[in-house]
């Protein structure tokens, strides 16, 4: 019997051993805040002694799930704020009139100012700086637009790298704990690891995950198309390396099934990717409608009739032209790319030779033609075409309604109305993913909560296994004192 | 089996992440302490910013056309000052001439004040305000009236000259005027010579001005005509009578004859002179609507400030509350790491 007793206690220490190594993993990973804490599960063994039957993991599926979403939603629209964010630059605080209405406005105060005096050399001058800022503020919108179409492409296109090496670190680390599960070997690392991988693919992408029997993990886009099941699929975009105003970019596939762009049957929800395709087949595509659209309607504004008795030339592009010119765009359809290649004309840029004074004459678009001559005495003080130019700038006019500018509206409020609303989705974007980032945080502190390790916990544990160690110890010394009486007696 | 729902790393990472939030907020209230305004204009208004942008441009639109009033109604002050040296000239020159008509002199002084009242003119509808002819239209560049007696003779002295040689014969200096009977003059001065001071003939020889008057804009939707003009018909009276006495040949006319003449000049400068106190009271309306425009843009100005600040601005007091509670708030998460940094078994095994 004494034996018996002797290989108990054996036991026994050999699983107070195991134990404490757990305990230890434990503690090694108490700082890494999605490591689970890990179980060593005891059982009698046959004929009473303990062993360790199995190690396991603290887990918490429905927070995990609800973890997987939130970081999803979370990431798609940190993405969508961060490039509205970019294009606030246009618009910037009201104070520092950096926006396109602003610019606007200065250009129609200082054509106020050129009417009351309109002989005035630097008045005139002035007006025309005032009209190259404006060009150039809708230059560098449209330019910054194209560059937050351009990142967001280029975004895409890591993400969906990320995603594929993702999927290929998961068919690993997935065979593995498959095999270990047959074996019944300890796989509460790999599962550790394989979490991690599903929730740096859920920030790209917004998934779904299944876990079958034997551990078995298949995962699907939020929209439902397969993304891993025993083998992972091929995501793939192929990026654009120049994005132009109103070209589209192409869109990204999972197993050739797109799940970007206009139209996508199954279109995917959250994730990066998702918040990436928006900003540029969406948002950053209407704001350049509108940047092209103000660009319109300022040529149209400017552009000179034929002041003969009888008209019969067509009207020109005037002080504001552009790629296309001296012809008028037509009025009330969005020309992409206009707002980039709008330019003051050179014939009243004093800076490349031109004369600021055709702003108060006419012909700017064709210099020396009198049938664009609006001045036609060539009075010093005709005040007309000045009067007119402001008119035109503050009179309503016909835009694309596809763009929400509201038309007729004037051009002021046009472009304030677009300022208002790109500051409105961006409101909506930060606000959305303040929310998001938030509640992504309380569920993971939740699931940390769960299945986290806590270090104080572990070293009541440790004491625990310390003091199972002590007792056997001391049972094994006092079997081996029986053992001895035993043998001297004989 | 563990129950309770704790882990070491949740509880650091809640403290971390509740510290970078009031941190940010703490940063985006100092600024706003500091400006008065919000912090982030477009991420607080959203699509009122719209109405933010909108506001700023009508209060510098009204800034703008205020500034240019001020310099509307210098020019119209201007334009005054030159309208009433004209009436006091007229004046003058009326009772010269109502001397002039007993005297024995008579001739001469006739014609000296002519010429003075004619020179004095001259330089007063050519006025000009920050270089701009304020009698010339639209015409601000030229000169209106040129000076009757330089040498070489003007367009308008040479027209007279060429009217009086076509009439009489001779010229005006000629002795045989003394032989001009008071009918042939009276002829020649309702005939050929007023159809020299007629609008069409007055533009192309006496004036350079243009008809067409300066418009200005005085409030966004208002415009008026601000300036006086050289061509307008009382100035174009003086100029017939002026001239009239200083260049008919007054010295040689007979009495008789001279005496019409002067009766004619005397009728028609104080028309003229009714008609320069039109202007100004024309001129004089203008500059009230100048400054009633201006009075209503300053009242608008007022409004639309107010207006933006209730949009941009924030409460300092509410800030100040708020910046207050953040700091404790921050400093109590401080303190409070700090004791649960310490709180750990494996400070008491």
């Known amino acids: 019997m004494l034996s018996i007793g002797l290989d108990i206690a054996r036991s026994a220490l050999t699983a107070s051993g195991e134990q404490s190594a757990v305990v230890a993993r434990n503690i090694a990973n108490s700082g890494s805040p999605l490591a689970s804490r890990k179980i060593a599960n005891l059982t009698t063994a046959p004929g009473g002694g303990v062993v360790v039957a199995s190690v396991t993991r603290a887990s918490n599926d429905a927070l995990t799930k609800s973890l997987l979403t939130a970081t999803s939603s979370a990431a798609g629209q940190r993405a969508v704020a961060g490039a509205l964010e970019q294009l606030e630059a246009t618009v910037n605080d009201p104070e520092l009139n950096a926006s396109a209405a602003a610019n606007a406005g200065t250009l129609r105060d200082a054509l106020l100012v050129l009417s009351t005096s309109p002989d005035n050399i630097s008045a005139a001058a002035s007006a025309i700086d005032a009209a190259k800022r404006l060009a150039t503020s809708l230059n560098e919108a449209s330019n910054a637009i194209q560059h937050v179409r351009q990142t967001a492409d280029a975004g895409l296109n890591t993400s969906v790298n990320t995603v594929n090496s993702l999927l290929a670190k998961f068919e690993t680390v997935n065979r593995e704990i498959v095999k270990g599960t047959l074996d019944g070997t300890d796989v509460t690392d790999q599962l550790d690891a394989r979490d991690s991988i599903v929730r740096s693919l859920a920030e790209e992408l917004g998934i779904r995950t299944i876990t079958r029997a034997g551990n078995d993990m298949a995962i699907f886009t939020d929209s439902g198309l397969t993304l891993f099941d025993v083998s992972a699929r091929r995501v793939t975009m192929v990026p654009s390396p120049v994005l132009t105003p109103g070209a589209t970019g192409n869109s990204v596939s999972v197993d050739g099934v797109p799940v970007t762009g206009s139209g996508a049957p199954m279109a995917s929800q959250s994730g990066r990717i998702s918040g990436l395709a928006q900003v540029r087949d969406t948002y950053a595509v209407t704001y350049s409608r509108q940047t092209d659209e103000i660009a319109r309607g300022l040529i149209e504004a400017f552009s000179e009739q034929d002041q003969s008795a009888s008209p019969s030339l067509p009207d020109i592009a005037g002080l504001f032209t552009y790629s296309g010119g001296p012809a008028v765009p037509p009025s009330g359809i969005t020309v992409p790319g206009l707002a980039n290649s709008i330019s003051v004309n050179v014939s009243v840029d004093p800076s490349s030779g031109g004369n600021p004074r055709l702003l108060r004459d006419g012909s700017i678009g064709s210099p020396g033609t009198p049938a664009y001559t609006y001045n036609q005495t060539g009075a010093a003080g005709y005040s007309g075409r000045v009067e007119k130019l402001i008119d035109s700038l503050t009179a309503a006019r016909p835009f694309d309604t596809a763009n929400g500018l509201g038309s007729p509206a004037g051009l002021i409020p046009a472009a304030a109305s677009s300022s208002g609303w790109l500051e409105n989705v961006r409101q909506k974007a930060a606000s959305d993913a303040e929310y998001r980032t938030t509640l992504m945080d309380r569920t993971h502190e939740a699931l940390s909560r769960s299945t986290g390790v806590s270090l104080d916990d572990d070293m009541t544990s440790l004491l625990e296994i310390e003091r199972a160690y002590q007792t056997s110890s001391k049972l094994l010394t006092m079997i081996d004192n029986m053992f001895t009486s035993l043998l001297n007696a004989t | ?349």
């Open chain 2, 1 to 349: 089996m563990k129950t309770s729902l704790f882990s070491t790393s949740a509880l650091s990472e809640t403290t971390r992440t509740l510290l970078v939030a009031a941190q940010a907020k703490l940063i985006d209230a100092q600024k706003e302490l500091a400006t008065g305004r919000h912090a982030d204009i477009g991420r607080t208004l959203g699509t009122r910013t719209a109405e933010v942008i909108s506001l700023r441009q009508d209060h510098a639109r009204l800034k703008t056309i205020s500034d240019a009033n001020g310099l509307v109604s210098s020019r119209m002050d201007t334009t005054q000052a030159a309208l009433n040296g004209l009436s006091t000239d007229a004046g003058t020159f009326l009772s010269a001439m109502i001397a002039a008509r007993g005297a024995p002199q008579g001739a001469a002084i006739a014609q000296h004040a002519a010429q003075d009242a004619l020179r004095s003119l001259t330089s007063l509808m050519n006025t000009s305000f920050d270089g701009v002819y304020v009698f010339s239209g639209i015409n601000t560049d030229v000169q209106p009236v040129a000076d009757y007696f330089q040498t070489p003779p003007p367009a308008s002295k040479l027209a007279v000259d060429n009217a009086f040689l076509a009439e009489f014969g001779f010229a005006q200096g000629d002795p045989l005027t003394a032989t001009i009977t008071a009918s042939a003059l009276q002829n020649f001065l309702d005939g050929p010579f007023a159809a020299l001071f007629d609008a069409p003939n007055w533009d192309g020889t006496w004036s350079g001005a243009a008809d067409q008057n300066i418009r200005s804009r005085i409030s966004p939707n208002e415009m008026i005509e601000t300036s006086a003009n050289a061509n307008d018909e009382p100035v174009r009276k003086l100029a017939q009578a002026f001239a009239m006495v200083a260049d008919l040949g007054a010295q040689n006319l007979s009495p008789e004859v001279l005496k019409s003449v002067l009766d004619h000049a005397i009728k028609l400068t104080a028309a003229a002179k009714t008609g320069v106190s039109a202007i100004q009271s024309r001129i004089g309306l203008a500059q009230e609507r100048v400054s009633k425009a201006s009075e209503r843009m300053s009242l608008q100005s007022d409004i639309i400030t107010k207006h933006i600040g209730t949009l941009e601005n924030v409460d300092p007091a509410e800030v100040s509350l708020r910046i207050s509670a953040l700091t404790t708030q921050i400093e109590t998460s401080y303190a409070l790491t700090a004791r649960l940094h310490d709180l750990s078994l494996v400070n008491y095994l």
